[in-house]
């Protein structure tokens, strides 16, 4: 029996015609979806820690070079007191100077690393308090966080109006609310602010370098310089030690919880879907990097806040999105 064409008429089987217009457009298969490669990559660089057999060999090798640097200098020294005299005085004066300056800043380091580790204690002091409902310990938490923002004039105003104010809160959360409310607020704001402008800068800079690398190494620079900036405004005043283990410490957190292995779906629910899909693929990494900026930012201020954040004054990624990405959309500038 012989087959051919069959004829299907739509009209007298009563079905309505399919409508090409409403038909949704065919995915393009050899296109990779959108997911911040640079952010990513920049987050799992300043996440991995040395292994144990790697920090024995820089540590060895620190050693080793210090112990040339300083027989090498001796030697020189040496020589030159028995050739001229004056000239081996002044070159081990400078060599003195430069001791002490490495020892000030060596002492400023660890000054930085203490006062992290102080604003950390505050903040496991409040935790401990909040959980237990302990006004005392809830007082006495305010009371030395008080004085820790005791030499900033920025924190001036809002010290001055929790004169007396503590003792008239009889509950754990009030305590720590009317702090919050009064002394954290602008620094959150001014933190909020960092965050955002740092944001808007990765989503720029990787949407227009075209370099593979570039991106990772401009991405990385603007989360470090984020990072210690939102430290310095909650009082860390971290060194450069301090700065990359606290950064290593934000960075692992993102990477344990899976923050940064998301894709364009933390910018559909601000942007919607309809103008993702008209993006191109290269301003759609960097707006996919620079909301991933954001949460980073976002990390850094509960890891340096001194109070952990009550649900009145937890930042909200997607708004803090959209006010970062606020002029690079298309059609957006307005919102």
Not at 29 to 54: C, I, K, N, Q, T
Not at 227 to 233: K, L
Not at 301 to 308: A, G, K, N, S
């Amino acid at each position: 029996m012989t087959r051919g064409p069959v004829l299907i008429d739509l009209e007298q089987s009563g079905e309505p015609a399919p409508d090409v217009a409403r038909a949704a457009p065919v995915p393009d298969a050899m296109e990779p979806p959108v997911e911040g490669r640079a952010m990513a990559r920049a987050a799992r660089l300043a996440a991995r820690g040395p292994s144990r057999l790697a920090r024995w060999a820089w540590g060895l090798a620190g050693a080793l070079l210090g112990a040339v640097i300083s027989l090498a200098a001796w030697d020189f020294v040496m020589g030159l007191l028995a050739r001229a005299p004056l000239l081996g005085w002044a070159m081990t004066g400078l060599i003195a100077a430069f001791l002490g300056v490495l020892a000030l800043l060596s002492l400023r380091e660890l000054a930085a690393i203490g006062r992290l580790k102080r604003i950390d204690g505050l903040r496991r002091e409040a935790e401990a308090a909040l959980a237990g409902e302990d006004l005392s310990a809830a007082r006495a938490a305010a009371g030395r966080l008080i004085a820790f923002y005791a030499g900033r004039e920025d924190t001036r105003w809002g010290r001055a109006r929790l004169q007396g104010r503590i003792e008239e809160q009889f509950d754990a959360e009030a305590v720590l609310a009317l702090v919050e409310d009064e002394l954290l607020a602008p620094l959150d704001q001014a933190a909020s602010r960092e965050v955002e402008a740092a944001a808007r800068q990765v989503a720029a800079v990787t949407a227009l370098v075209p370099l593979a690398l570039a991106d990772v190494a401009a991405a990385l620079t603007s989360n470090l310089r984020m990072i210690r900036r939102v430290a310095e405004i909650y009082g860390g005043r971290s060194g450069v030690l301090g700065s990359w283990r606290l950064t290593r410490a934000v960075f692992a957190h993102l990477v344990a919880t899976g923050a940064v292995a998301v894709g364009d779906d933390l910018l559909e629910p601000v942007l919607g879907g309809s103008l993702l899909t008209k993006l191109s693929r290269r301003f759609g990494e960097g707006l996919v990097n620079g909301a991933l900026s954001a949460r980073v930012g976002v990390a850094a201020m509960e890891v340096c806040r001194p109070l952990p954040f009550s649900k009145r004054h937890r930042p909200s990624i997607r708004g803090m999105i959209r006010r970062a990405l606020t002029g690079l959309l298309p059609g957006r500038g307005a919102d």
